[in-house]
């Protein structure tokens, strides 16, 4: 029974990241933790000193998938001005189920295309297609691994997974910004999310948040549909 339980918890996996995915001066986040991930109150990227604008839970129904903070030089609650802000940045994403990341990294570039015009999308289609693959060389994710998707001025962006750069950064301004809208743009894929990131400091989660209640996507031809009657 064992191969069929784990095929049910990858395909469980699959299915929920499939889905997934004015300036006001604030005071700095102090540190934060959610489910068990903790997020220190600033860090220090490429000799920079950033803060924590805001931490959030992504979940589906019942499945928590993963945590995020975002770090910047100057906390904010208006996403125009973290979005357009041309200092370096911090997607620091913490897993909390197991999945292949191609699903992941499907989820980030349709994202993209929800938040991009079609000639934004043309302009960015080959460094989308680098960074997907810098991301989907990585095989599979299990609960606690580190994502970090980081904005660097000189080199662009750099995925890091576990501590480590994996591939080529990716240069370009407009890809980042793409990137960002995903969490807290217009059409950001969580509205609680996003309203999390953008907190700047206020209300930040002290305990474990409860998933956004959804109704699940229809899964795409890599994640498996799961049957509500599948069992061992």
Do not use: C, W
Not at 3 to 10: E, S, Y
Not at 59 to 75: K, N
């Amino acid at each position: 029974m064992q191969p069929i339980r784990l095929r049910l918890t990858r395909a469980l996996g699959a299915t929920a990241l499939a889905v997934l995915l004015g300036t006001q001066a604030l005071a700095p986040a102090r540190a934060a933790s959610i489910e068990g991930q903790h997020y220190d109150d600033a860090i220090t990227l490429s000799r920079s000193p950033l803060q924590l604008n805001g931490v959030g839970l992504r979940g589906v129904a019942f499945i928590r998938a993963f945590v995020v903070g975002l770090y910047v030089e100057h906390p904010s609650s208006e996403p125009a001005s973290l979005i357009e802000a041309t200092g370096p940045k911090r997607l620091a994403i913490r897993m909390l189920m197991d999945a292949p990341i191609e699903v992941f990294a499907n989820a980030i570039t349709h994202g993209m295309n929800k938040n991009t015009t079609p000639e934004e999308q043309v302009a960015m289609a080959d460094r989308v297609a680098r960074f997907r693959a810098n991301v989907v060389a990585v095989g599979e994710v299990h609960v606690g691994d580190r994502i970090d998707l980081d904005y660097l001025p000189k080199r662009g962006l750099v995925f890091s997974f576990n501590g480590h750069e994996r591939g080529a950064a990716v240069q370009g301004e407009d890809l980042y910004r793409a990137l960002l809208k995903i969490f807290i743009g217009e059409r950001a894929v969580d509205k609680k999310l996003r309203q999390a990131l953008l907190a700047g400091g206020v209300n930040r989660p002290s305990e474990p948040v409860a998933p956004v209640a959804m109704a699940p996507a229809e899964p795409s031809a890599s994640a498996p549909a799961v049957s509500p009657a599948a069992s061992e």
